[in-house]
């Protein structure tokens, strides 16, 4: 059973224009990229709100998928985008903006640059400049292209955003075959954009942005190998037991749709598509799946009766249509002549509504406004919901001439209305093109994009179908790959180019139909309808009910009664004979009831027993029975009056020829006269009419001169609205553009933050007196250590540094620092303190990345330690005897002038070359063993230190002959022991020859 629907219509443009009978499906499947990069590519669009979902979204995207990220965002053209830093922190891709004619590489991130469009093309991504005066798609725009390029290997994925930008790009993608993802709106910061897409229906899977990583990685690695068969050339192949036939016989079952008449490569690649989403192997699988699993069969009958569609598609062709087609209906319609059209398959009415405005800009040429009546039809009733709407996302701008939507188009938030003249002009009706009857006199009919999915027979039969409903002379508009195949004698073409056509001949109504049968009621029975008897009665009630029945079947007339608003109660007796219930809503009002012979003798009775409140009776008359029959019967009607707190009834009688009317009852029972009846009928009808009339003259007197008001009115709401409209596209462009930088701002503050937090913890490890001054010398922060030399506190941020007192023995303090920031150089001084401590105090000027304005850091280190060792160390090197300090090791620390002195005359001797750093206990063990005297000074001075060292002892001296000296030389070594809590000793040696050789 066809559709008007186009499934995969997306694809038609790939086909060759002279054959329709070529399979969409089978020209798509030989299609593919034309790059050498063999991996998927995976565009996310975002807007508002985008940049958090983005980094949850790559944070937690797996290692390993082989694919490429691009990413489109609204971004404004006069911001550097500092996108590339941020996500880089979130993501071990790379991470690059796209230059022109890029090539695509696996695991790597592409952002589009400010100011531009992107699409992909022959593996290469390519960049364009955005219009700053026109509203631009640019998440569309890339989605489309990469449908078109990477087919069933591209992946959409629409996160936070506000409009609905994307939306049809995603149906491009899943058109083509691809995965397509939604962030959760709950997760999202602006959930237009998502919200926008799922309401297509075609969404895949709606997650969180931290579960949509996985989902992509499932998508790429984990798909089954779907075990399918080639596709059979017709349906009538298919083996009645098949699975694949089980799946046709749902899916016809679910929504009345026939998918047997489509060609089956066309339904067999959505089927695949929804199984490789499913994770499921082969057809058997997918059929257990759909019986358990209503929701997956609306999926998929949805996918297969996918809507892509949009305003005046092929532009050429609708410019043709206008010329040849709608200019002549236009002109040849007379005064009192109505223009009917029929659009079959309108999908979601973006084709109607380009038809009407057709005729629209028509008529105001022709200057002259005739009725028209557009009737749009389609097989799937939400897409006949969505076109009677009349309400489209902002995506049509670029498909509407900027002229077109303020002539016919209400700007609301993010979407577009059609006003209300234009909407009038058409009725949206759910309609099956070969199943349901066409309709009849229409001077145009445009089936685009439909036939080609048929195969040959239904699309012979849905031809006919719409010659038929072509009036003499009608125009026929058919989608570029379609043909008229054996029509072609009934046509002449008007444009074979666009496929416009003149009807020559008309052609009978096809009679291939179906017909709905309904039972028949069996005679005999009865249809009460109001309160049930009581279970109960005794035996002597029931009796007497029975012998009642027994009468009333064998000896009262064939009656009905009825309510005071003639709807059906009870019957009795073989009544149901004179009755018939029509095929559709079931009604109990007995004028839907009866045969047509008998309504209006019924209806006179009935009126005239209501009011009168006696019996009625027709005069005896032959109706037409239900069953084609005739019967020779006379009407009775009589009122039955209930108590105070029941209705009035109504007992309707059908009386045969054969009845005797006992004597009398003439007398009783009023005849009625049907010619008077009719004539006093008409001439009430005609006083009520007369009535009406002028009170509708009245009425439209009164609103014509409320519409001139109203009009003028509206004309001013009009203006106004417009004006509003542009300044709020103004402003939401704005909004989003500085959303966006907020974003970006944001996450450079949490890392400026996160720098002033490690700078602080820095200065405060480092104790270092540190103030940052401006150009001006104010304050800008400070250390605390700054707060004992300069008298400031927390407060006082913001303030002049000379406007402080200070410590330091340093009066040219404010001097250097205003020649610093004048000339930029370093100035570096020793100075210092009231409280006798020295600091080194250095002024360093800077300048600020990107200004003119300079500013200048004062570090004053703490150099009194440094001094006291300097000091120490003069102390020592004063001295002429050799001095040495050790530590509790008998590490050398310390060593004077004169010890370094011997230490380079008497490099051999361990005990007289040691250093800092060099342990004098091992220095004085080396000498040992290097002497032949062992007992001597090496040994004895060893000992001793280690006992100096142990604090054992507080010193010792010892005298001792230099060993192989000639002359003799001697030496005085004196250690003693340093009192300080880490200990050590100091050693000192003097040279005593003199002593030693001169008198004792």
Same mark, same amino acid.
């Given at each position: 059973?066809?559709?008007?629907?186009?499934?995969?219509?997306?694809?038609?443009?790939?086909?060759?224009?002279?054959?329709?009978?070529?399979?969409?499906?089978?020209?798509?499947?030989?299609?593919?990229?034309?790059?050498?990069?063999?991996?998927?590519?995976?565009?996310?669009?975002?807007?508002?709100?985008?940049?958090?979902?983005?980094?949850?979204?790559?944070?937690?995207?797996?290692?390993?998928?082989?694919?490429?990220?691009?990413?489109?965002?609204?971004?404004?053209?006069?911001?550097?985008?500092?996108?590339?830093?941020?996500?880089?922190?979130?993501?071990?891709?790379?991470?690059?903006?796209?230059?022109?004619?890029?090539?695509?590489?696996?695991?790597?991130?592409?952002?589009?640059?400010?100011?531009?469009?992107?699409?992909?093309?022959?593996?290469?991504?390519?960049?364009?400049?955005?219009?700053?005066?026109?509203?631009?798609?640019?998440?569309?725009?890339?989605?489309?292209?990469?449908?078109?390029?990477?087919?069933?290997? +591209?992946?959409?994925?629409?996160?936070?955003?506000?409009?609905?930008?994307?939306?049809?790009?995603?149906?491009?993608?899943?058109?083509?075959?691809?995965?397509?993802?939604?962030?959760?709106?709950?997760?999202?910061?602006?959930?237009?954009?998502?919200?926008?897409?799922?309401?297509?229906?075609?969404?895949?899977?709606?997650?969180?942005?931290?579960?949509?990583?996985?989902?992509?990685?499932?998508?790429?690695?984990?798909?089954?190998?779907?075990?399918?068969?080639?596709?059979?050339?017709?349906?009538?192949?298919?083996?009645?037991?098949?699975?694949?036939?089980?799946?046709?016989?749902?899916?016809?079952?679910?929504?009345?749709?026939?998918?047997?008449?489509?060609?089956?490569?066309?339904?067999?690649?959505?089927?695949?598509?929804?199984?490789?989403?499913?994770?499921?192997?082969?057809?058997?699988?997918?059929?257990?799946?759909?019986?358990?699993?209503?929701?997956?069969?609306?999926?998929?009958?949805?996918?297969?009766?996918?809507?892509?569609?949009?305003?005046?598609?092929?532009?050429?062709?609708?410019?043709?249509?206008?010329?040849?087609?709608?200019?002549?209906?236009?002109?040849?319609?007379?005064?009192?002549?109505?223009?009917?059209?029929?659009?079959?398959?309108?999908?979601?009415?973006?084709?109607?509504?380009?038809?009407?405005?057709?005729?629209?800009?028509?008529?105001?040429?022709?200057?002259?406004?005739?009725?028209?009546?557009?009737?749009?039809?389609?097989?799937?009733?939400?897409?006949?919901?969505?076109?009677?709407?009349?309400?489209?996302?902002?995506?049509?701008?670029?498909?509407?001439?900027?002229?077109?939507?303020?002539?016919?188009?209400?700007?609301?938030?993010?979407?577009?209305?059609?006003?209300?003249?234009?909407?009038?002009?058409?009725?949206?009706?759910?309609?099956?093109?070969?199943?349901?009857?066409?309709?009849?006199?229409?001077?145009?009919?445009?089936?685009?994009?439909?036939?080609?999915?048929?195969?040959?027979?239904?699309?012979?039969?849905?031809?006919? #179908?719409?010659?038929?409903?072509?009036?003499?002379?009608?125009?026929?508009?058919?989608?570029? +790959?379609?043909?008229?195949?054996?029509?072609?004698?009934?046509?002449?073409?008007?444009?074979?180019?666009?496929?416009?056509?003149?009807?020559? #001949?008309?052609?009978?109504?096809?009679?291939?139909?179906?017909?709905?049968?309904?039972?028949?009621?069996?005679?005999?029975?009865?249809?009460?309808?109001?309160?049930?008897?009581?279970?109960?009665?005794?035996?002597?009630?029931?009796?007497?009910?029975?012998?009642?029945?027994?009468?009333?079947?064998?000896?009262?007339?064939?009656?009905?009664?009825?309510?005071?608003?003639?709807?059906?109660?009870?019957?009795?007796?073989?009544?149901?004979?004179?009755?018939?219930?029509?095929?559709?809503?079931?009604?109990?009002?007995?004028?839907?009831?009866?045969?047509?012979?008998?309504?209006?003798?019924?209806?006179?009775?009935?009126?005239?027993?209501?009011?009168?409140?006696?019996?009625?009776?027709?005069?005896?008359?032959?109706?037409?029975?239900?069953?084609?029959?005739?019967?020779?019967?006379?009407?009775?009607?009589?009122?039955?009056?209930?108590?105070?707190?029941?209705?009035?009834?109504?007992?309707?009688?059908?009386?045969?020829?054969?009845?005797?009317?006992?004597?009398?009852?003439?007398?009783?029972?009023?005849?009625?006269?049907?010619?008077?009846?009719?004539?006093?009928?008409?001439?009430?009808?005609?006083?009520?009419?007369?009535?009406?009339?002028?009170?509708?003259?009245?009425?439209?007197?009164?609103?014509?001169?409320?519409?001139?008001?109203?009009?003028?009115?509206?004309?001013?709401?009009?203006?106004?609205?417009?004006?509003?409209?542009?300044?709020?596209?103004?402003?939401?462009?704005?909004?989003?553009?500085?959303?966006?930088?907020?974003?970006?701002?944001?996450?450079?503050?949490?890392?400026?933050?996160?720098?002033?937090?490690?700078?602080?913890?820095?200065?405060?490890?480092?104790?270092?007196?540190?103030?940052?001054?401006?150009?001006?010398?104010?304050?800008?922060?400070?250390?605390?250590?700054?707060?004992?030399?300069?008298?400031? #506190?927390?407060?006082?941020?913001?303030?002049?540094?000379?406007?402080?007192?200070?410590?330091?023995?340093?009066?040219?303090?404010?001097?250097?620092?205003?020649?610093?920031?004048?000339?930029?150089?370093?100035?570096?001084?020793?100075?210092?303190?009231?409280?006798?401590?020295?600091?080194?105090?250095?002024?360093?000027?800077?300048?600020?990345?990107?200004?003119?304005?300079?500013?200048?850091?004062?570090?004053?280190?703490?150099?009194?330690?440094?001094?006291?060792?300097?000091?120490?160390?003069?102390?020592?090197?004063?001295?002429?005897?050799?001095?040495?300090?050790?530590?509790?090791?008998?590490?050398?620390?310390?060593?004077?002038?004169?010890?370094?002195?011997?230490?380079?005359?008497?490099?051999?001797?361990?005990?007289?070359?040691?250093?800092?750093?060099?342990?004098?206990?091992?220095?004085?063990?080396?000498? +040992?063993?290097?002497?032949?005297?062992?007992?001597?000074?090496?040994?004895?001075?060893?000992?001793?230190?280690?006992?100096?060292?142990?604090?054992?002892?507080?010193?010792?001296?010892?005298?001792?002959?230099?060993?192989?000296?000639?002359?003799?030389?001697?030496?005085?070594?004196?250690?003693?022991?340093?009192?300080?809590?880490?200990?050590?000793?100091?050693?000192? #040696?003097?040279?005593?020859?003199?002593?030693?050789?001169?008198?004792?």
């Amino acid at each position: 059973m066809p559709s008007d629907q186009t499934p995969d219509e997306t694809h038609e443009t790939q086909e060759p224009q002279d054959a329709p009978q070529e399979d969409a499906g089978e020209v798509l499947e030989g299609a593919g990229p034309t790059q050498d990069f063999a991996g998927h590519v995976v565009g996310i669009g975002a807007s508002a709100g985008g940049l958090e979902a983005l980094e949850r979204l790559f944070e937690s995207m797996p290692d390993g998928t082989g694919a490429a990220f691009v990413v489109v965002q609204h971004l404004s053209p006069d911001h550097k985008s500092l996108m590339a830093n941020l996500l880089a922190r979130h993501t071990s891709m790379p991470v690059i903006t796209v230059r022109d004619a890029m090539e695509l590489e696996p695991e790597t991130i592409y952002l589009i640059p400010p100011g531009n469009l992107m699409t992909i093309a022959e593996g290469h991504l390519r960049l364009s400049p955005k219009n700053p005066r026109a509203l631009s798609l640019p998440i569309d725009l890339f989605f489309s292209s990469l449908a078109k390029e990477f087919g069933h290997r +591209s992946i959409g994925v629409i996160l936070s955003g506000t409009g609905s930008d994307g939306t049809r790009g995603s149906v491009a993608i899943n058109d083509a075959g691809g995965l397509l993802l939604a962030q959760d709106p709950e997760s999202a910061k602006f959930d237009g954009m998502p919200r926008s897409i799922i309401a297509t229906g075609l969404v895949d899977e709606v997650l969180p942005p931290d579960t949509l990583g996985e989902r992509i990685r499932d998508h790429i690695e984990q798909k089954p190998d779907t075990q399918v068969t080639p596709p059979p050339k017709t349906t009538s192949d298919l083996d009645s037991g098949s699975a694949l036939e089980g799946i046709f016989h749902l899916l016809h079952n679910h929504g009345g749709v026939n998918f047997r008449d489509y060609k089956p490569a066309t339904v067999l690649r959505r089927i695949e598509r929804r199984m490789q989403v499913r994770h499921v192997p082969d057809f058997e699988h997918y059929l257990e799946l759909l019986e358990g699993d209503s929701g997956e069969v609306s999926v998929l009958r949805r996918e297969i009766l996918i809507p892509v569609t949009n305003f005046f598609r092929d532009p050429e062709a609708f410019d043709t249509l206008a010329s040849k087609a709608v200019e002549n209906i236009v002109s040849q319609s007379g005064n009192n002549h109505s223009i009917r059209v029929w659009v079959a398959g309108t999908s979601t009415g973006e084709e109607a509504y380009s038809i009407a405005i057709l005729f629209a800009e028509a008529f105001e040429r022709a200057h002259r406004w005739p009725d028209l009546k557009i009737f749009a039809t389609d097989v799937e009733q939400k897409n006949v919901d969505a076109a009677s709407a009349g309400t489209f996302s902002e995506a049509i701008m670029a498909e509407v001439s900027p002229e077109r939507l303020e002539r016919f188009f209400i700007k609301r938030g993010s979407h577009f209305v059609v006003k209300p003249e234009l909407r009038q002009t058409l009725v949206f009706a759910r309609h099956n093109l070969v199943e349901d009857p066409p309709f009849t006199r229409m001077d145009m009919v445009s089936c685009r994009n439909v036939l080609i999915y048929f195969l040959p027979a239904t699309q012979e039969r849905a031809l006919r #179908r719409l010659q038929y409903a072509l009036a003499p002379g009608g125009y026929m508009f058919l989608g570029s +790959s379609e043909s008229l195949g054996e029509l072609s004698p009934d046509f002449t073409p008007v444009s074979s180019k666009y496929k416009l056509f003149q009807m020559l #001949r008309s052609a009978p109504l096809p009679m291939e139909s179906h017909h709905a049968s309904i039972p028949p009621i069996k005679r005999g029975t009865h249809a009460p309808v109001g309160r049930q008897s009581k279970a109960f009665r005794s035996r002597d009630a029931s009796a007497i009910e029975s012998a009642q029945q027994v009468l009333l079947q064998e000896h009262a007339p064939p009656s009905i009664l009825l309510s005071e608003s003639l709807e059906l109660i009870h019957v009795f007796g073989e009544a149901q004979q004179f009755l018939h219930f029509p095929s559709g809503s079931i009604t109990l009002e007995i004028s839907k009831l009866l045969p047509s012979g008998i309504v209006p003798v019924a209806q006179a009775l009935l009126r005239r027993a209501s009011k009168s409140g006696e019996v009625i009776r027709s005069e005896a008359s032959t109706f037409k029975m239900p069953d084609g029959s005739t019967e020779r019967l006379r009407l009775n009607v009589r009122r039955l009056d209930g108590d105070e707190r029941s209705s009035t009834f109504l007992l309707l009688s059908f009386e045969s020829q054969d009845a005797v009317i006992p004597e009398g009852s003439d007398n009783e029972t009023q005849s009625l006269d049907m010619s008077v009846e009719a004539v006093d009928r008409i001439n009430s009808l005609e006083q009520e009419l007369g009535a009406t009339r002028e009170s509708l003259q009245a009425t439209i007197e009164e609103l014509e001169a409320s519409n001139e008001e109203l009009q003028a009115t509206n004309e001013e709401m009009m203006a106004a609205n417009e004006e509003l409209q542009s300044s709020n596209e103004e402003l939401q462009s704005v909004n989003e553009e500085l959303y966006t930088v907020n974003a970006e701002n944001q996450e450079k503050i949490q890392i400026l933050n996160r720098l002033n937090a490690d700078m602080d913890s820095m200065a405060k490890a480092a104790s270092i007196a540190t103030l940052f001054l401006d150009e001006s010398m104010h304050i800008t922060r400070f250390t605390p250590e700054a707060q004992q030399i300069f008298k400031i #506190r927390d407060g006082d941020v913001g303030r002049r540094i000379d406007d402080f007192t200070h410590n330091l023995m340093y009066p040219g303090l404010m001097d250097d620092l205003r020649e610093s920031l004048r000339e930029g150089r370093m100035n570096e001084h020793e100075v210092c303190s009231e409280s006798g401590n020295y600091y080194l105090v250095r002024i360093l000027p800077y300048t600020l990345q990107g200004a003119a304005s300079r500013g200048a850091v004062i570090t004053l280190v703490d150099i009194t330690s440094v001094r006291d060792v300097v000091r120490l160390q003069a102390v020592l090197d004063s001295q002429t005897h050799q001095v040495a300090v050790l530590d509790s090791s008998g590490m050398i620390q310390i060593v004077n002038k004169a010890w370094r002195e011997a230490s380079r005359a008497q490099a051999k001797d361990p005990m007289v070359a040691a250093g800092p750093g060099d342990n004098f206990l091992e220095s004085c063990y080396a000498r +040992s063993a290097q002497s032949s005297e062992k007992e001597e000074y090496a040994v004895k001075a060893e000992r001793g230190l280690r006992q100096v060292l142990k604090g054992a002892s507080e010193g010792f001296g010892l005298e001792y002959r230099y060993p192989g000296s000639d002359p003799a030389r001697w030496f005085l070594l004196q250690v003693g022991k340093v009192h300080h809590p880490e200990g050590g000793a100091i050693v000192s #040696r003097l040279e005593i020859t003199d002593w030693m050789a001169g008198p004792k």
